[in-house]
């Protein structure tokens, strides 16, 4: 008996152990609360596999051997297979091509058969391989637990300050209900027309038939997501992040932080404002932890994505893409078909949807198909782009009609497509970001800014405001805020080196 407990310890830890290291990489972007559904899911394998090796050797110590291999290989299946992908081809030199997948399926068939071979026909003791294996395994479990219990600790503490019960509503319909719609990378009318070849004016007119502002001069203040969100959320630049030297180039938690705990909201909330955030999936708007109220299509779901992220490093990744898309599609089409439904609450509310489109990937066809992934991604692009414009103006028509005071809508691009090369030319070189071409940085800048304010008109608007003053705007005119405008500028820069920053140009043409 004695045994047997001892002996089951190192599958139970393999198979949690890749959970809280996927945590412990991204702490801060994951509540503690959504380890819960993937470590149930990993006991369960370790279980069904303890179970299964079990019938076939009648050994505890074979079982767990061979459930502990079995689970390595499961959870690491993509790592096994990028390093085959990297590593490979200099060793394979023949005609035929082969997939990553199938040498590491091949391989690790191999290696699991021949381990289960060698101990089921073994006749020794295999206390001292238990003992290695319960070593490992510990030791592997320590290191992660150092970073990861304080922090989850930490974030209790965080939890219970910000509880949701402590709003207070103080007034009724006399401030207008605020959203802010976050279209991920639409591009502005002029690049979409000149690199892409689409017309989008009659969208633009449509959004000013229904009393838009749309500033049609407008580039983004920062070039990459985590950057522009942080910024126009508090209205500031945030090149103090990049002045904390301690912190590696690529850590964006301070980033993340200031879009979770945001001056807009916190102003908002002050002033006796509900805050509705619709779960975008993308880490940091996905669980805006002080909202008093957060949106997604799946009830179920506490950031599902964690899970998600999880499953794609094991070798159930090849099954589980296309539930992925159909996620992001879901979610997507959740934000169209209820965002209106806020206009209903009795209550002032600032309502905040990130929605990752027209961004890539490519999840719906101009009619709201499943898109043939095999075409050109401008067109891809442009498909997804013409049905995002369609079910705006309908969501837009739909808080319009719902609404018994007039609202405040801000439609806005956090940065540009950047189809023509952004991508690749930051993926390829992406430590010095003096290297692009003036119109690729232009392009990944240039976006869409449109807003409709109570009252009408433009006052206070200007072509060429960026999102850094859209609250300033806003604050200034519904609650007589005396907020200077900040000058507009435009920092670029690679998702690799984010706080390398290079300045671009306001150009008036
Ligand atoms: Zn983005």
Known sequence: ?????RTIIHPIIFGLYPVLFLYGENLGEVASYDLLLPLAFSLALVISFLGCFWVLLRDMDKSAAMSSLSL???????????????????????????????IVNFFSAAFLTLSFILLRDYKGGLGPLTTFFNVIASILLVFNLIDVVPFILSEDVRRGVDNPGDVHVISGKSMPDIYYIILDGYSRDDVLLESLGHNNSGFSDELRARGFYVADKSMSNYATTFLSLPSSLNMKYIDHVSSNTTRLPHDLSMAYNLIRDNEVQKY??????TIVNFRSSWGPTDDIRSADLQLSFSQFRENNDFFLVLLQTTALSPFIEHIIWDFRRNNILYVFDELSDVALMPEPTFTLSHVLCPHAPFLFDRDGGVPVQTMDSRELYVGQLVYVNKRVLGVVDEILS?????PVIILQADHGAGILGFNNACVNNPLDNRNYDDKMVEDRVKILNAYLLPGG????????????????VVFNRYFHENLTMLEDRSYFSCGRNPFDFREVEHTTA
């Open 1 to 5: 008996m004695r045994k047997a407990i």
């Open 72 to 102: 390595i290989f499961f959870f690491f299946y993509s790592g096994f297979s990028e390093f085959a992908s990297s590593h490979l081809p200099l060793i394979v030199s023949t005609n035929i091509v082969l997939h990553p997948y199938y």
């Open 268 to 273: 908002l909330k002050s002033k006796g404002y």
């Open 402 to 406: 719902k609404s018994d005071e007039p």
């Open 457 to 472: 008109g433009s006052e206070g608007l200007y072509e060429s405001i960026s999102p850094v003053n859209s609250f300033r």
